[in-house]
């Protein structure tokens, strides 16, 4: 067998900084997956999302160093939990499921990754917040605003994601950042909910998008305990990310959502710890894994962001 044991390899899984059993007292990061696409309008397949971002991260195609010159491996040791199990006949049920695991990874006082599932997945994050009543203010990176009340007679549409959020008593506010797909109502609802919000074409006026995120979170002020960023990869061109649920064209470019979310990430990394979700992959619409690349490097670079 030595032969063997010589000459085969065995890939490690982001560059060894993500494994399933770093222990409680050595893991200072986590990641959990959500594989839910009940709440789907359009095309469904989100639940594949988690499982084929791993396989990209086993793929050793790329170092884990990010463009600010920090290498990963050194400061990052990440718990994966595995994905929540779904029932996808009930989707009241699996929320409960997220929310119950949310809530004690908040207990670890550590940041950590959701990887959706649908925009609904969410909905459970922001009850673990309430259950452990952390006054909570949300960056929501979309191509949509999911301010509906309803969407085809279902409150529980992945469209109504921010609306329920919104009815939260833990719900300390929003900023929307990129959207370009809404409708008036939503608009409405946003300014009486003291919503912020920046559409795609706010976002592409500004002369250097990452200064833009870091002065806007330095001029913010948080009276909230926690940040939660929720990334829905529909606010980029479909060019960039083809395979999502809503595709929605002239969208934002991969360069541009990194430089907000290491705006984002630097600006309010120190004080405060911070969650955050990427959402909507939906592998099976993946060409040439364009989707499942980008989001890779836009994993490297914001981990990379939040190392001070
Ligand atoms: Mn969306």
Known sequence: MKNLEFVCHKPE???????????????????????????????TGARFGPDHIRKILLSENFECVSESNKDLSEYYRIRDWGNVG???????????????????LIGTNQPFLI??????????VGHAFEKANLPTFYFYIDA??????EVNESSSSHACTLRRLSELESFQGATVLGYRDFSIDQLEYAKACNIELFSTSDLLHQSDIYQFALN???NLLLKSKRIHISVDL???DPS?????????????STRNLIGLLRGLFEGLSGD?????????????YDQSDITAFNILKILIESLGAQIL
């Open 240 to 252: 960039f990310a083809p395979a999502v649920g809503n595709p929605v064209g002239a969208g934002i």
């Open 144 to 149: 949509h605003l999911d301010l509906y009340n």
């Open 86 to 104: 779904i029932i996808s006949t009930n989707l009241h049920k699996s929320l409960q499921f997220v929310s119950e695991g949310v809530f004690d």
């Open 13 to 43: 899984m982001f560059c060894g900084i993500l494994k399933t059993n770093w222990s409680i007292d050595e893991a200072n990061y986590h990641l959990l997956g959500v594989p839910l696409d009940i709440s789907s309008t359009y095309r």
């Open 216 to 218: 806007y979170t330095k």
């Open 272 to 284: 405060l710890i911070i969650s955050w979700d990427i959402v909507e992959f939906n592998p099976l």
């Open 234 to 236: 529909d606010v980029l």
């Open 115 to 124: 990887l959706g599932g649908d925009h609904s997945s969410v909905v459970g």
